[in-house]
């Protein structure tokens, strides 16, 4: 009988979607697909943001306070 995910049946199954739905609503269909994913990510780092917000504030004052010292052109001496 053969494999039922094999390369044809799927050609097939995405010729027969295609002339079902059509481009553009398959591309509206991705766009709107991309979305709910992007925003669902988004409510996830948000959620734990606000969970833990002591955690993420120690965490923003480490990224904002650089360890390396930049030197100045008065700390150069010349050798």
């Not at 049946?9 to 766009?31: C, E, S």
């Not at 992007?38 to 120690?58: C, Y």
């Amino acid at each position: 009988m053969g494999d039922l995910f094999s390369i044809q049946h799927l050609l097939l199954l995405l010729l027969i979607v295609v002339l079902i739905f059509g481009t553009k609503k398959l591309r509206n269909i991705g766009a709107d697909l991309g979305g709910a994913v992007k925003g669902f990510k988004e409510g996830m780092a948000g959620a734990a943001a606000t969970e833990n917000p002591e955690e993420k504030r120690s965490l923003d004052e480490k990224s904002t306070h650089s360890p390396v010292k930049e030197a100045s052109a008065q700390d150069k001496t010349p050798s």
